[in-house]
Each structure stands twice: as C-alpha cells, then as structure tokens.
C-alpha cells in the first residue's frame, strides 16, 4: 500500500469537457428516426432531453465546450480526483510495468457517474424542468443522479435493474436517502414492464428495459426529462474531465501511458479516461494502445455486431449505430450491474470500427482475483465493474515483465466496492460462477436485427 | 449542496501528535493494577502492547511525540482530509452559525480509525510481532486495522460485536477482503466469552464483551499483540492529527471554532478534532466550548460516574480511571455500534472532572433526522455515530439562530455511513426507537463499581 498520489488544485479542474466527434475523422454514424431512417435533429430528441444535452448530443464541429460555472463549483465537491502510482500492485505482480490509475471512487457517491449527473440536472433545472426519470443498473448512476437531482431541486424517479434491487439494496438506499423514488424494473408501473414481465415473470432486468420504463414515465409525466448515465454522446463528453486531468497528472508524473484502460458497459467511464488521450492518436498519431474491459458474458465489442439498433428493450429510442449484441439481449446475472448493457455508444463503436480502440472480454472470476489482489495491494475495494479494468491492466503488467520490458500502463478506478460487499462474500465463499455466451444464444440475439448498415 | 472545501498540502500532513497530558494542569490519574492498588509502569503494560505503544500510553511529559516517516507516507493515501464549511446546511437551518466540519469520512475505509490503526500496526511490526487481535463495534475500527495489518504485513484476529456483526454485514466483509478473521462475539472460542453466553446465550454483544475475548486471545497466542481502536490514550495522541489540521484549515477560513463538537464512543474521534484546540484553552485560556456528543442510551459522560473500572466486561484489563456506567452495562441496539462502551478514556474523563469539556446525550431518532438533513444538504450520507455530532451541531446552530448570533461551530465528520444503509431503511420505514436508560437499570450497574476514588 505503498501509493503516491498525484494532486491537482481545484483551479485544474477542466473549464470545457473535449467533444472527441469534432476531431474524429471518420464521424459517428448519425442517429435515425426508427420510422422514416432519417438522420434526427436535435429538436427532434427535445421532447426526451434537456435542450442544451440534445445539441451536445449531436454536436460534431466543437471540441471544447464550456462547463457552466454551476456545475464546476460541484465539480468542486469532489475533483480533481488523485492520479496514483500503484506501487503496491506492482510489487504484487512483480513486474516491469508502472501502473497508474485514475480515482474516481472518491466522488461522494463513490463514483464516476456524477461527473454526467451533474450537468445533466443542472441544464433540465435551468430549462425550467420539474422532474427527471431514469434507469440505473449497480446503481452507482442511480445515485448519482439522486445526487445531483437533490443539488438542483430536482423530483426524481429510478428505475433499478431488479437483479441489482436485490443483490445491492444499499444503493437503493443511499438513493432513498437522497430522496428520490426507487422502483425495481421489470415492473408493472410501465406497459413495458407489465409486457416483460407477462412473458417472463421471473426476468430480473436489464438496462434495456429499465430504460423502456424510464422513457415510458418521462413521456407519460408533465415537465419531465428522461436521463441516461451511459451510451450517449453527451454523456461521454461530460466524463471527459476525468481523462483531461489524468493528462496533466501523468505528467506531473512525468511519464505518458502506453496503454490506456477502462472497464466497459456503455462506454460512460471508459470515454471519459480515454477521449483525452486518443485526441493525440488521432490528431498527432500518438502511439498509444486503448482497451475496453467487458464483461465475457456480455461481449459487445469483442462478439457483437456493428448495426443500429435500440438503445432499449422496448424499442422507445431512436436507432443508434452500436456494437451490439441485440437489443433484446437478456444478460446472466454478474454482480457488475453496470455492465450489463447490449450495446456500445456511438461514438466508442466508430472509433472501434476504425479500429483506434481495442476490446477484451474478462470472466467474472478472473475479475473478482484481480479485485481482491488491488484491494490487498493498494487498500481500496473496488466495484465489479472497475474490477474489468483492473483485470486487464494486470493482464498487462504480466505481459510487459514476461517481455521483460517497462510499459507505462493507466486504468479508471471508476468506483468502489462498499457498496457490493455481498459480492466479495460469495467470491470468497466459492459460490460465484463465469457465465459463457454460446454462439447460438449470440447468434439468436442477433438475428433479430434489422440491417442497415 | 454549495459546499467550500479547504484543502491543505501532503507537506502540511502533521510531522508530530500532540499529547495534551503534558499540558494538562491535572494528570489523569494513573492506571491500576487491580490487585495491589499500585499505578503501572510501561513494562507492565509490555506483554498486551507493543511497547513503544505502552510508553505513549504513560507519558504526561512530552508535548509532541514524532510521527514515524513510514507511519506518515501511509497517512498521504488519503490525508490531509477537507475542512468543508457546510454552506447547505446553514441554508436548510437558515443559522446565522458559520458550520464547518472535518471530513475524516475520506480514508480508504471510510473512518478515522485509521490514523491510530496504522501506528499500532507500525510498532507492532517494528518490533517482530506477527500477529495481532482486537475488538470491533460498528466494524470502522476493525476495518481499519485489517487494512493497516495488510500494510504491514501482520495477521489480524478482530472480534466483532454481534448486534454489529449482523446489523453491518458489509463492514464484516470488508475485513475478510483485507484478510483479517473475523469472529462474532461473544464466541465460544474464548472463556469470556463461553461465560456470557452461558449466562445469557441471546446476548449479542458489547465492546466490553468484545474486549476481553481479544485480550484473551492475544495472551494465549505466541508473538501476538493486542490493539485498542479507543479509550487508551495513546489512540487519542494519534488521532490528533485531526485537529491540528483542522487549526490549519480554520486559519485558512479566517475563522476560529468557537464550539467543537465529536461524537462519544471512548473518546478517540472526539479526543482528535478537540485535544489541539484544547491545548490553547489550557495553555492560554481560550474561550472555547468542547462538546462531546453521546447516545442517551449509553450515558457515559452525562450520567455516569467518575471512578475507576475496568475497560473490559470480563476484567482482564488493569483498572482505568473513566466517566463509567459500570463494566458489565449492557447497552441498548442502537445502530451507533462504535458508541456503545461503558467508559470514557482517563484523558478525557479529567477533562469532564475539571470541566474543560462538555457533554450532550442525543436519542437516536434524532440523529437520523440530524442525518438525514445533512446527507440532502451537504452529500454526504454520515455513520450513525457520527449523526451525533452533527445533531449536536444542528441543536447548537438553532440557539445562534434563536439568540440572532453569528457563532462559528466546528464538528467532525468520523465516518460514512454508506456501509449503514439497513439502518437508513429502518429509519424511513419508521422502524427505529429512543432508547432510554431508566435510573433504576442505570444505579444497578453503578452499584457493582469498587469504590477507590
């Protein structure tokens, strides 16, 4: 536990987030009206978002745009997040490789998340909105949005992934806390819920339906906007604040990162470590590698298909070109809720199709060892989810000291784990399983595309 | 949630703990061997602790005792922590009081335990120990220690309050996940606590009861040492690093505490934000008020009785001078885990004596009201014990507001509560009581101290 630690001042907080569109070469396929598979405006996505996160979400020509001051004063709150050496990890591993991470579990709600909660309520607040809904997986976006839903005066309504309900009650909790309106989804306060559940009545969830339900509300509700914590573009704008520090701290380390990891889902945490630095990938041709950690069970980048498709269950969004393995996927039951998610934002899926990013998938056990290894070696208990990244970074710390060779490697701490103790307890107890995705279970899924593409 | 954090340096990280009893203008009166009567030199001390620990437990003479340089790399994991002034707060109370409060909930465990687990560690290891025992409430101190055991490569025993060990089934966990044992007490595994269940084969459990299974471990165990999260005094020398940051950052505020507030269990939080605050009240006759927060159904402070007892329910330890409800008091279910002992530490039961300190008692419910307030005010969901400090906060920002004064007030935040969120559930569920101690159970328990004062 030997750490050092890499500090900003407040006054290196970011004053504008990077939009990486406006750089990439190859643009982000557009977003189609379901319908008529025209490209949407942004005035076509207000009936669902806050004005101002319906042009972010399209904007392509900008790479900076401004953090309005309210939302950096709470940025304040928390960030800048440490940068730190994981000299303990190292040691562990006995290996060549300097190993940073990024710590982002030190944000009040112990993640990344709020770094899109805030902004996100900020401008629904400041367009005069009264109520958000939206869906949450482990939770840790859930919370942040009650976070921020509470900052801003904001009624707030989540829909939470009813396996994640159960097997993380205190996220439900702290959300409670916060004051707002928990419901475990499927449920029968949505007619896609009601539909779900009529079919299958012991589902336990996912993100696509728990988003059908969300979008179900807002609609349904006067003066409310629906929110999303991942796959979107303007999400993975506001995360950017995490990698435009982890840029100035590296080098105050004074080292640059070889290889760049985040765990994925839809891409929220994963974006936000990475668009910074692949800025000088595709702008300079810097040499750098940039992985995305995912779930074995729930493989979209490695197995999926590149296609549009649903962001959701049900159908209600508009077709996104994503990496996906099916809008209609039903992911096993992995205690890293939030990523279990059939597809991959836009903007991630170009920049793999183009193939300026790499995906590796982890199995669940192979997570869990390397979580606990980190927790023994650096004194922080991480979530499952960021278990994924940290899985990989060891993967690569191991290959650079079998090379023999120093290799600077950087990975998101996006939370931490006090919350999914419950998971450690079965890990330790052996009572935790890998989950494989068969290829006729993949290919079932995929069939049921439409292709566009 | 307008908070404004003062931060300091690594630099600014203590280099020395402040020992108050040089100060002091009356000792605390010495410890006894309970046979003979006789106060205890630092060797008597030697076969339960490591030694250079017995030696700060005895010393009444040094002002500033050096803080080891591996001790303090391992503080820059996490401190210095905030000062945060509570701008939310004032606005929901509408309190012409200035709030502040020290954010100790930053560390990698959630707690302030750490800042003494680590030392102990330290001299444990420096001097060839390899394993180590203690006791644990709420579970902070045990996690705590587990991480600092892990740090220093020594074995941990912890034994956990029952009532605890099933209340906080996360904080258990967390323990495991840093590899220390973890053993409910009372347990069949010690005499002690074969006696009490005997006795009572439903009791779940008191930090006394707890106490004398660690020492009765620690004795019968080879090269193994027991470790105190509270009481002994050399637990509140290290926890004042809290407080002499706390005087830096308040100079940075341009303000001066004019009331102190920490929660009560054996004193080791409340012991850390006041003793350097204190020193100028002794040493130079500042005007300050000193407050320490307690539950009404573990009185200690407010209702209990001056006197010598001993620091275990089993009587295995030597006797201490202590603000005591006697021993064998067993205290009521409250989700205050870490305040429920019998007994205030000698350093601070002298300063009650000569009344440099005050002291409140607060009911449970209304400290989850205190929470609750805070959490949607300022972010942050506090431990239920810390809820004591800041009910006391809120009782003392109401009488400035009712005098129309503007008063400064300064209170520690110990710890998160994001590991306590079955407690939030019953709180909202209306599940939770007061509990009050009657006269007559409170006089029964007084009535078995031996009477030498």
């Known amino acids: 536990m030997s750490t050092k630690k890499f500090l900003l001042q407040e006054s290196d907080i970011p004053t504008a987030w990077y939009n990486i569109a406006a750089d990439m070469k190859n643009k982000p396929r557009p977003i189609l009206n379901p319908g008529t598979k025209e490209p949407l405006k942004p005035e076509d996505l207000y009936p669902l978002f806050a004005e101002e996160l319906a042009k972010q979400e399209l904007n392509q020509t900008d790479p900076w745009i401004e953090i309005p001051e309210e939302v950096r004063d709470l940025y304040k709150v928390w960030r800048p997040t440490p940068l730190v050496r994981a000299y303990g990890l190292e040691k562990a591993l006995d290996t060549p490789a300097h190993i940073y991470f990024k710590n982002e579990s030190v944000s009040p709600v112990g993640s990344h998340k709020l770094n899109s909660a805030l902004p996100q309520a900020y401008y629904c607040k400041k367009q005069g909105v009264t109520n958000i809904t939206t869906e949450t997986g482990a939770g840790q976006w859930g919370a942040a949005l009650s976070y921020a839903a509470k900052a801003f005066g904001l009624e707030l309504a989540v829909y939470m992934v009813k396996i994640s309900y159960h097997q993380k009650p205190y996220r439900r909790s702290i959300m409670q806390t916060f004051g707002a309106q928990v419901i475990a989804s499927p449920s029968m306060s949505t007619k896609s819920g009601r539909k779900v559940l009529t079919e299958n009545p012991t589902y336990q969830g996912s993100l696509g339906t728990a988003i059908s339900e969300a979008i179900e509300l807002a609609m349904g509700t006067p003066n409310c906007k629906y929110t999303l914590g991942s796959v979107l573009s303007h999400v993975m704008l506001h995360q950017t604040v995490i990698g435009l520090e982890a840029e100035k701290q590296m080098e105050m380390a004074g080292e640059y990162p070889e290889v760049i990891i985040g765990c994925f889902g839809g891409g929220s945490n994963f974006s936000g470590i990475s668009f910074p630095f692949l800025r000088h990938k595709i702008n300079e041709g810097k040499d750098i590698r940039v992985i995305a950690a995912e779930p074995a069970s729930c493989p979209k980048l490695t197995r999926?298909?590149?296609?549009?498709?649903?962001?959701?269950?049900?159908?209600?969004?508009?077709?996104?070109?994503?990496?996906?393995?099916?809008?209609?996927?039903?992911?096993?039951?992995?205690?890293?809720?939030?990523?279990?998610?059939?597809?991959?934002?836009?903007?991630?899926?170009?920049?793999?199709?183009?193939?300026?990013?790499?995906?590796?998938?982890?199995?669940?056990?192979?997570?869990?060892?390397?979580?606990?290894?980190?927790?023994?070696?650096?004194?922080?208990?991480?979530?499952?989810?960021?278990?994924?990244?940290?899985?990989?970074?060891?993967?690569?710390?191991?290959?650079?000291?079998?090379?023999?060779?120093?290799?600077?490697?950087?990975?998101?701490?996006?939370?931490?784990?006090?919350?999914?103790?419950?998971?450690?307890?079965?890990?330790?107890?052996?009572?935790?399983?890998?989950?494989?995705?068969?290829?006729?279970?993949?290919?079932?899924?995929?069939?049921?595309?439409?292709?566009?593409?």
Request: glycine share 8%; proline share 3%; charged share 20%.
């Open 304 to 453: 999926g298909e590149f296609q549009y498709d649903f962001g959701d269950e049900a159908g209600y969004t508009p077709l996104l070109p994503m990496y996906t393995l099916g809008h209609s996927f039903a992911p096993a039951h992995i205690h890293a809720g939030g990523l279990r998610y059939h597809g991959a934002g836009s903007i991630v899926s170009q920049l793999r199709q183009d193939k300026l990013i790499e995906a590796v998938d982890v199995q669940q056990l192979e997570t869990f060892d390397a979580a606990t290894l980190f927790a023994q070696s650096e004194g922080i208990i991480p979530a499952p989810e960021s278990a994924h990244a940290i899985a990989v970074a060891i993967q690569e710390a191991k290959k650079a000291k079998e090379e023999g060779k120093q290799r600077t490697i950087l990975f998101n701490l996006s939370g931490h784990g006090l919350i999914d103790m419950a998971a450690y307890d079965q890990y330790f107890a052996g009572d935790l399983s890998n989950y494989d995705l068969s290829d006729e279970e993949l290919q079932k899924n995929l069939s049921t595309l439409e292709h566009i593409i």
